[in-house]
């Protein structure tokens, strides 16, 4: 249950925007996660909901932007679509493959009042 | 973690500094139920709290102790324990969110904050790269299932390194202190972090153990992470390398099941390899599945009670001391060059200055 550790990450990170930018209370939370990254959507949308209240995120809505994962392909020379980790290029069959997208976890913006 | 507010992941605790404490055995930890919240002063009884922290003590013959204290605000106010008339330096893992209510109106705002969630966890694991780099200390994760044999692996290792290195080790588990035991009665220093219900060892932990601990200069840090294939993989400690222990008595399909552990490791060590005979275990096969996911990753085999490859293992480590001294060289090479060049600087100022 690392999505804990990272909701309260995250709450941290709004939290701190929504007092430097004087909110009253944050609406909206709008996370990337990639395909590719350790988190489970679920597990974090239940954490966020057990972190977030007494604070002004208490009521807020969150919306998780999923992002692709992509890989260079040693073998292609180019950037593949890579929908798993351990999944083969889906052009040339190698795992030759070194990820370039898809593992981020980012708090991208927040709606706030 | 308190599940109604969120306040607290944990009660994550380092031991104290038993070094001196063990001789008498005053080392301890005192559970402590409060009857009230830590941050007194909001209404009571609105919610539940659950405050994971640990209070050290220090007594006038130099023994610390530490208290982990649970505080259950289901039982009221009103407890008259003066927990902060302690004073002393406490360790906080995981506070929870603060709860600030304000009153008002005003327009919806959006604002762009792009900023990466584990971005704190990894400016601290920077800060711990920072420090191992200025000292020369190389310092490695290992990461595994529990019962891979982690921490017999690294008896060996010790008993192994022993004359030429000092290797001194992190514990993580999420209770007792029972490998950290295990580690000291091979004479190595060793700091158990119990990380109570949280399932991984983080930046700010190993920063606190190390400042502890204090490795000497050109020793080796094998920080054994908490027994778990999942969670620790996100988190940077500030290690050299991730070595991810698999042994042969678990499925060879492992680094398919939790690919993350093994994209980010450096090494495998595949444990228990006397026990080949006995089990199903298709070394090939499982060394194919970890280079899926991670096509550099490399692969030793091991038995760390019967000594097989056991070399092997300790010849990387020793590659990786001696990279890690040769940086610190090159830097202190650096420093002093710099030193040299501002003291010419301020010669050239100074006679400026008087004449």
């Excluded at chain 2, 204090?214 to 992470?225: D, Q, R, T, Y």
């Amino acid at each position: 249950m690392h999505e804990m550790a990272l909701a309260e990450s995250v709450i941290q990170i709004v939290e701190a925007t929504a007092r430097r930018n004087a909110a009253v209370a944050v609406r909206a939370v709008w996370l990337e996660i990639g395909r590719l990254s350790h988190v489970e959507p679920e597990a974090l949308r239940f954490a966020f909901d057990v972190v977030k209240r007494n604070g002004l995120a208490h009521g807020a809505r969150l919306e998780i932007v999923a992002t692709d994962g992509a890989a260079w392909c040693m073998k292609c020379s180019r950037t593949v679509a890579l929908a798993r980790l351990g999944d083969a290029c889906p052009s040339c069959g190698s795992y030759q493959l070194q990820v370039s997208a898809g593992d981020e976890m980012r708090v991208k913006e927040i709606e706030i009042d | 973690m308190c599940t109604t507010c969120g306040c607290g992941k944990g009660e994550a605790r380092i031991e104290g500094a038993h070094e001196d404490a063990h001789a008498d055995g005053t080392v301890h930890g005192h559970p402590h139920d409060h009857a009230a919240p830590h941050a007194h002063g909001h209404g009571s009884g609105h919610h539940d709290h659950q405050h994971g922290h640990v209070h050290e003590h220090r007594h006038a013959e130099g023994v610390v102790h530490s208290h982990p204290h649970d505080h259950s605000d289901a039982h009221g106010h009103g407890h008259g324990h003066g927990h902060h008339d302690h004073g002393h330096d406490d360790l906080h893992f995981g506070r929870g969110p603060a709860g600030a209510h304000a009153p008002g109106l005003s327009q919806a705002r959006i604002v762009q904050i792009e900023q990466d969630i584990l971005g704190k966890n990894d400016a601290l694991a920077a800060d711990n790269r920072r420090r191992f780099a200025e000292r020369g200390i190389f310092a490695v994760n290992l990461v595994s299932s529990p019962g891979s044999g982690k921490t017999t692996l690294l008896v060996r290792t010790i008993e192994g390194l022993k004359g030429r290195y000092e290797v001194v080790v992190i514990e993580g588990d999420q209770e007792t202190s029972h490998d950290a035991d295990r580690i000291r009665a091979t004479g190595s220093k060793a700091l158990q972090v119990n990380t109570g219900k949280g399932c991984h060892l983080d930046a700010d932990m190993v920063g606190k153990a190390v400042e502890r601990l204090a490795p000497p200069a050109g020793s080796v840090l094998m920080i054994e992470n908490v027994g778990n294939l999942v969670c620790p993989a996100g988190f940077d400690l500030g290690e050299a390398h991730k070595v991810v222990v698999l042994s042969v008595t678990e499925g060879e399909d492992k680094p398919l099941k939790y690919p993350d552990m093994f994209r980010r490791s450096s090494l495998m060590l595949l444990n228990k390899v006397d026990l080949l005979p006995h089990v199903e275990f298709d070394v090939a096969k499982c060394v194919e599945s970890a280079r899926r996911v991670n096509p550099a990753i490399r692969v030793i085999e091991v038995s760390a009670t019967k000594g097989q490859g056991m070399a092997d293992w300790l010849a990387w480590v020793e590659q990786g001391v001696a990279a890690a001294s040769a940086a610190r060289t090159e830097s202190v090479h650096a420093l002093r060059a710099r030193l040299a060049e501002l003291e010419e600087q301020v010669a050239a100022l100074k006679s400026r200055l008087c004449g």
